[in-house]
């Protein structure tokens, strides 16, 4: 079975750091990978996959394959950016499978 | 056009009491999908239904949980004889028709329903 992991439950940064919210899966094929963000008072949403190889709100993501990870990144946090942010995978059918979310507080 | 709508947007009920929770998926979409967002966890997979096929109800907890879905279009869950560990947030996601290893269909969320029972 499929597992996604997301060690961090809350990650703080100050405006114009880096930022890196970590995402580990658990999979033997060959998976979709996701981050959905939820921002407060906002229904959940998504953010990017990795088949897209896009760059979204500033945000990158790349899979991993020898790491099982996909780690979501930015250069330069925004105050806005300070939301719930969940990874997801896709295991070869219509269903995800989260992760338990981490919280990112970007301080002013 | 409209998003996914739920309702109640809150609700909160006895223990031992039932408890139904209603979703409008975007019109036009075939899939549609109920998670549980409990607190400190991840979203739950529980119900899946697409079109007029078998829904998978893979994800329901216990025999307490069971959906519907009434011509294609508006869901219900019903939780029989709530318990207290059944409190969280209870979301519902449509997308475009979908099936097993095709593309992905982008899920489009409600707002939930938070359900507390006391």
């Known amino acids: 079975a499929q597992r996604v992991t997301q060690p961090e439950k809350l990650l703080s940064v100050f405006k114009g750091a880096p930022v890196e919210l970590k995402c580990n899966y658990s999979?033997?094929?060959?998976?979709?990978l996701f981050w959905y963000v939820q921002y407060s008072r906002q229904r959940l949403q998504l953010l990017l996959r990795h088949i897209s190889r896009e760059s979204i709100k500033g945000f990158t993501a790349d899979l991993n394959k020898g790491e099982t990870s996909f780690h979501l990144k930015k250069p330069f946090a925004q105050e806005e950016d300070s939301a719930m942010y969940y990874c997801?995978?896709?295991?070869?059918?219509?269903?995800?499978?989260f992760g338990k979310g981490t919280k990112l507080s970007v301080i002013p | 056009g409209a998003g996914v709508s739920q309702s109640p947007s809150n609700k909160v009920t006895e223990k031992g009491k039932d408890v139904e929770l209603r979703c409008d998926p975007i019109s036009g979409h075939t899939a549609l999908y109920w998670y549980r967002q409990s607190l400190g966890q991840g979203l739950e997979f529980l119900i899946y239904f697409q079109g007029n096929s078998a829904p998978d109800k893979s994800g329901l907890p216990s025999d307490r949980f069971s959906a519907e879905r009434t011509g294609g279009s508006v869901s219900t869950l019903t939780i029989q004889r709530t318990q207290q560990e059944d409190s969280a947030v209870y979301l519902c996601?449509?997308?475009?028709?979908?099936?097993?290893?095709?593309?992905?269909?982008?899920?489009?969320f409600g707002p939930g329903t938070r359900l507390t029972v006391l």
């Open positions: 996601a449509s997308s475009q028709q979908t099936h097993s290893g095709a593309q992905y269909n982008e899920q489009f």
């Open positions: 999979y033997s094929g060959s998976p979709e």
């Open positions: 997801a995978l896709r295991a070869g059918s219509y269903q995800l499978t």
